[in-house]
């Protein structure tokens, strides 16, 4: 196949339709000792956890591997009736936003927090492409406890990727907008002089992980795609992937042979913050929610900011630069030494591959090549440590096996492609089933892969599993990459559309996990004991402060309720085990059910609307008298 460079666009576009085109060879990819390698014997664990990005139904799920068992679906951005998630009054705070209670989003994009470099296991961030959001969940509950809303932004796609002492998370905007002190109601004709790309830099608390939205950053109107921070030497920087350069107005010719090339951006945050430190930047008014889970109540709370600070690009002038990078990049990402900046344009047969001490020397010798909307843009050559030469086609995202090598999924070709980063040398290729998106190694973001397996995200499934209707499950696939060769060792469906993921050992977490005991339970409404179990009116409001262990509920007979009464049910659940949940659901109410850990208190709120009797019972099979967890709750004529 020649190089892409020199097709037209139409035959490029062509070219991606074809996607989901059977791979040659594919079967023969499969190692014989496969099924001993990802076997997880009854009652054993897995090796790694794998949080893995729920695409558009907005939560992270939780996988073992290599056995490729889901474990878990962590609510997020979107309610999740199994556990009450935004359901319950104690949750529905989470998915405030300044547009109102959103109960779904896309989510893309996880980052384990690091220390040094190194995944240290403490929390997990996720963003939310739709309504621009960033989560921060704790590994030590596998809660989400907290969420920041991300003003000046729209389909917050380049998010949430962080520096290597965890000191910020970045979300960047993949819409240009204008900003939200601007006007937005105006001719979208307008957009080369109204429209901003924005990156935002929330600030990440070391003790407690609260995240703060420090600053953001006025960038030219382009789309930022996907980003990674520098490490070790260039960990003062953040690198962003900048698609469709042609809709500014002032793309210079670069040179001659470059004029299809679109941007990396490296941004010095360190530099940024220490403008912001200095006065820099001004004030923007705009409105964005952070919302917070106590964890001593168990209790969410909203709170609306006003204002955030942004630089300029004329602030940012010693401090930002780009570098040009074939046709529309898509992942941008660093490898273990901090040296090698990988581009990928999702529409180039190459990959180029920058240095980071070549960029700096270029922008010491003022080695520029012009400006983009008031951003100097080095010359490609001079920031080029090479290029990968036919890596296959469709280039998307790169990890690191710590080893030397990088891993590129190569969304038309199908395929994952081995090569070394020093000389550029392709070394190995294994088809994918099919189209693969991203792709993840156990630590391959970060300055300590730990480079064992490596799992495929693909988007289409096609043949892969038995047909169930017109959908199928996005299909994972993964590789031993501990020898020369990759092998394929397991294929399985994966939950919601995977994006992004992130792995660490499971030693690092397993015996950190925290169960919650009533003891430390704060919670307002919470009833210690079946004795103090009650009913309390407060004119219209009833509080319903109620228990439950196995197998009853207390009380379990409510009379007196009147219709457009607001019943609140404080569900407390006295059990002190591990692995105890009971439910609570009650027939006509909208708030779906409840799911209430031990120690914990929940809140389901219901107006009835009609005289008559209802039944509630418990939702989760907790003992053999489970069926027989069950009340009445009499409604009378208001
Ligand atoms: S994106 Cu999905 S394959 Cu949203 Cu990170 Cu590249
Ligand atoms: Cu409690 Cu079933």
Redesign the pocket.
Known sequence: MKSLKFFGLGSVMALLLLSGCKPKGTETAVTGDAAERVYVAPGKYDEFYNFVSGGFNGQVNVYGLPSGRLLKVLPVFSVNPENGYGYSEETKPMLQTSHGFIPWDDQHHLSLSQTNGEVDGRWLFANANNTPRVARLDLKTFKTVEILEIPNSAGNHSSPFLTENTEYVVAGTRFAVPMDDENGDVPIESFKSNFKGVLSFIGIDKQSGDMDLSFQIEAPGINFDLSHAGKKKSGDWFFFSCYNSEKANTLLEVNASQNDKDFIMAVNWKKAAELVKAGKGRKVVTEYAHNKFDESTHTATSTMKKEVIVLSVEDMKDAMFMIPCPKSPHGCDIDPTGEYIVGSGKLAALIPVFSFDKMIKAIADKNFAGEFDGVKVIKYEAALHGEVQKPGLGPLHTEFDGKGNAYTSMFVSSEVVKWNIKDLKVLDRQPTFYSVGHLMIPGGDSAKPFGKYLVAYNKITKDRYLPTGPELAQSAQLYDISGDKMKLLLDYPTFGEPHYAQALPAEMLKDQVKFFRIEDNKHPYATKGEAESKVVREGNKVHVYMT?I??HFAPDNIEGIRVGDEVLFHVTNLEQDWDIP??FAIKGAENAELLIMPGETCTLKWIPKKPGMYPMY??????AL?QE?QGYVRVSPA
Do not use: L
């Open positions: 439950s196995r197998s009971h439910g418990c939702t989760d099979f907790c003992s489970h967890m």
